[in-house]
């Protein structure tokens, strides 16, 4: 049987980690950009990718790197580029002019079954999506940077998204091994950022206030908080730190309240705090794109190790 198709339109860091997941689904993939240079060495950055993770063992899917990198396929042509797709996914810049221009451009050359996604991951369904004829198959599938190695991603559909193509958006995500939450409605940050900058805001006051130095900040979480939530979420930590959530409430609540109104307000970001921050960790690594490089390569082995952890528990 022919491998079902998709199309993925941008073929920058997301749009190749997202061929790459597909293809190791074992899925056809036509990889769209606006410049033929672009996608030849997007196209040799995953082969190169494939070979290395095969070598080390952490390719995913059952069929080799090189079986997997025939089905991707690269195009300057955005109507051949989906022609044939079940399912497009667009990775292109976070700019909503750009975007509302694309999905204006596809929704004049799709039919009536294919679902239009989106990465993006902040801007709103309602924003990207509203007029078009075809927005009942449009929905936001926001990923995980590195979506390979980081699996969830937040499906957030349109107020006119029909439920179908949440569900088959859902569907597709399982098959491919990624980890899908559905967000009943959009909200400003989605789920996954909300979280990431409530975190981000306290760690900003801490640091500001001088409670505690930049560094000591981070390994809060990488040592403390985060080997936790790397397996269970902040509702099932409460549940097992006391006997299940209303014990928990019932122990707790009054002194999580007393700590919360000491919160201060949403910080600027910029300034004394911004230079005290950014001098640390410039510090700890230096503002160069190869050392930059090199940590995110050791950031992606970590998580490698880590997924592999989990699939083994
Ligand atoms: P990127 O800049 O690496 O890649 C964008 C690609 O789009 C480039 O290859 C560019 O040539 C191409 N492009 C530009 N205009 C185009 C057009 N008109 N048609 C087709 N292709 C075009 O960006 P990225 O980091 O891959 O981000 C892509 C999307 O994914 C954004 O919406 C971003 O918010 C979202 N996202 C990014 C991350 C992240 O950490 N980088 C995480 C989750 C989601």
């Known amino acids: ?47 190169k990718q494939m070979k290395e993770l095969e070598e080390s063992g952490f390719l995913k899917g059952t069929l080799s790197a090189e079986q997997q990198l025939a089905l991707i396929s690269i195009c300057t042509d955005l109507k051949a580029a989906v022609e044939g797709a079940t399912f497009i996914q667009e990775c292109t810049p976070e700019n909503l002019e750009l975007k509302k221009k694309i999905f204006g451009q596809l929704d004049l050359i799709v039919g009536n079954t294919v679902i239009l996604s989106s990465s993006t991951s902040c801007l709103l369904p309602s924003k990207l999506f ?8 449009c929905i936001v599938s926001h990923p995980v940077n590195p979506p390979y190695f980081v699996p969830l991603v937040e499906i957030v559909p349109h107020p006119e998204t029909d439920p179908s193509t949440i569900e088959r958006t859902y569907s597709l995500m399982k098959k491919i091994g990624q980890s899908p939450v559905k967000l009943n409605r959009e909200i400003e940050g989605f789920v996954l950022n909300r979280l990431q900058y409530a ?100 950031r992606d082995e970590y998580l490698t190790g880590l997924a592999k952890l989990k699939k083994q528990m």
Not at 131 to 137: A, E, I, M, S
Not at 233 to 254: F, K, Q, V
Request: hydrophobic fraction near 40%; charged fraction near 20%.
């Open 130 to 137: 509203t007029g078009l004829k075809h927005v009942k198959q």
């Open 1 to 47: 049987m022919e491998p079902s198709q998709v199309a993925i339109i941008g073929s920058g860091l997301i749009g190749r980690s997202w061929a790459m997941v597909f293809a190791a689904g074992g899925f056809k993939v036509k990889l769209y950009d606006i410049a033929q240079q672009q996608l030849t060495s997007a196209l040799e950055n995953i082969g």
């Open 199 to 298: 975190v981000i805001s306290e760690a900003w006051r801490l640091v500001g206030e001088g409670v505690i130095s930049p560094t000591d900040l981070d390994l809060v979480m990488s040592d403390g908080l985060g080997m936790r939530y790397a397996f269970i979420g902040p509702l099932e930590t409460m549940h097992l730190n006391a006997e299940g959530i209303s014990n928990y409430c019932e122990r707790y609540r009054e002194g999580m309240r007393l700590v919360l109104n000491t919160f201060g307000s949403v910080p600027e970001f910029s300034g004394e705090i911004e230079q005290k921050i950014n001098q640390a960790m410039s510090e700890k690594i230096p503002v160069v794109p190869k050392v930059l490089d090199a940590r995110r390569k050791r």
